[in-house]
């Protein structure tokens, strides 16, 4: 929870002796409070206070790093309930789930795929996070071994699980010595046991179970000095893991109760692959930290990723391209020029068409502050004006010899005036960017 300027200032020594640079300890308190300056600026603020004022301002969730530098992910710390309250800062990891007890050459092959599945969508390349390797083997060795081979020929952050805490021990001080894994123990563990474990191999832990019960694993490593701590509600029914997932997230943000205020992990690996998907849909969408998934097929991988990635833009800022006049292909002076708007969802809409048509084209993303064609043209962003400057500005006259643009059809009111304020001729587009491909190898041919 955020401290208020009289908070802190109730710790300070209240002496107004100027050494942090301000003129008053009320004035330094202010700026703490606003995150101007730091507390260590204060050289008189007892030891006693500054772990007070430390434990209250840390923030309601805890934000956790696995895997190895310098490509860790971090999850946790959000901030809000609700996506449109703010912002999500930390999408989950997708770990894809490997077991232990394939043999080197099948082990070899998932490298292979896990490197070859990325996917572009609206200009960024999606891809799974991390690898959950599951000791199904019951061999320390055998894990270690794996470990060994995935973290070589990968290098990504890693979820560890197993019930044997040695076997978890064995692979995180060994092969994955300072990468950091994920370390969650399935079967029978003490707080000590997690707590040696977590030091010895300097890695976060999972502790599962249900909210009661991971609560005071929680505040018992607490005690034991392991703050990275990752829950999990276990092998549990969808309806209760998302019941797992919103009662925790609630209970850290809006009760502040600091137990809870802890990353979560799911599982999403059942048998039925298409239910996973699913579930593993749903959980990103409601708050879960890392995805533990089987989604190894891209059909199944790319929902999950996309829901990811819109999930967790920014619903206060439209998703943009910059505004410019891109070359689609090999174009020459004959090609057709494309005019759209500079909103992700609307430049890419065209580009897939144009490329899928494979008719070389000129695109002109017209800055609308990342607006869609209709809410451009409604906020009189995307008008004659600043098409034609769009035009001037990119030099489109000099590249494009016949001097037509093509406009979205669901601006047609303004080609007249286009043309009267460019000069250029004006043709109509589709309405929507699926007719882009027809249109071009029909009406744009025939003229
Ligand atoms: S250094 Fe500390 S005691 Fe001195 S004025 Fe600043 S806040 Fe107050």
Not at 288 to 303: C, F, T, Y
Not at 396 to 412: N, R, S, W
Request: charged share 20%.
């Amino acid at each position: 929870m955020a401290l208020t300027g009289l908070d802190i200032y109730k710790q300070l020594p209240k002496e107004n002796c100027k050494e942090c640079g301000l003129p008053t300890c009320l004035a330094f308190a202010m700026k703490v409070a606003s995150g101007q300056v730091g507390l260590e600026e204060c050289p008189r603020l007892t030891d006693d206070a500054r772990g007070e004022l430390d434990e209250a301002s840390a923030p309601p969730q805890r934000l956790v790093t696995i895997g190895p530098d310098p490509d860790p992910v971090q999850i946790g710390q959000e901030t809000v309930l609700f996506r449109h309250d703010e912002k999500f800062h930390h999408p989950p990891a997708v770990a894809l789930t490997v077991s232990d007890s394939l043999d080197e050459s099948a082990l070899g092959d998932l490298c292979t795929e896990f490197k070859a599945l990325e996917f572009t969508r609206v200009g960024e390349t999606l891809r799974p996070t991390m690898v959950a390797l599951i000791n199904d083997s019951g061999s320390a060795d055998t894990m270690s071994a794996a470990a060994q081979m995935l973290h070589s020929a990968l290098s990504v952050p890693m979820v560890l699980l197993s019930d044997k805490i040695d076997a978890l021990s064995a692979a995180a001080t060994g092969p994955l010595s300072g990468a950091r894994p994920l370390l969650m123990c399935t079967g029978e563990a003490s707080a000590d046991d997690l707590a040696a474990l977590a030091k010895q191999a300097g890695a976060p832990i999972c502790v599962a179970g249900d909210a009661e019960t991971v609560a005071d694993r929680v505040e018992a490593l607490g005690k034991l000095e392991v703050k990275d701590v990752v829950i999990s509600p276990g092998r549990t029914s969808t309806a209760e893991a998302l019941q797992f997932l919103t009662q925790t997230r609630r209970a850290a943000l809006k009760s502040k109760f600091r137990p809870l205020g802890c990353p979560v992990l799911v599982l999403a690996d059942g048998d039925d692959k298409v239910a996973g998907m699913l579930d593993a849909c749903a959980f990103v969408c409601k708050y879960a930290g890392v995805v533990v998934s089987n989604a190894w097929d891209g059909h199944l991988l790319v929902p999950i990723l996309t829901t990811r990635q819109n999930i967790y833009t920014d619903p206060q800022k439209p998703v943009q391209v910059e505004p410019k006049l891109y070359e689609i292909g090999e174009v020459t002076p004959q090609s057709p020029l494309l005019v759209t708007t500079n909103f992700s969802l609307s430049y890419y809409s065209v580009e897939a068409e144009v490329e899928t048509a494979r008719i070389p084209c000129y695109i002109l993303a017209v800055d609308t502050e990342g607006t869609s064609v209709l809410t451009g043209w409604a906020a009189d962003k995307f008008n004659p004006e600043t098409i034609t400057n769009a035009l001037t500005a990119n030099n489109a006259g000099d590249k494009v010899e016949h001097h037509t643009v093509i406009i979205p059809g669901h601006v047609a009111v303004i080609s007249a005036s286009l043309a009267e304020e460019s000069g250029w001729k004006v043709l109509v587009g589709p309405k929507e960017a699926t007719g882009i491909g027809p249109y071009l190898k029909s009406d744009w041919n025939a003229l």
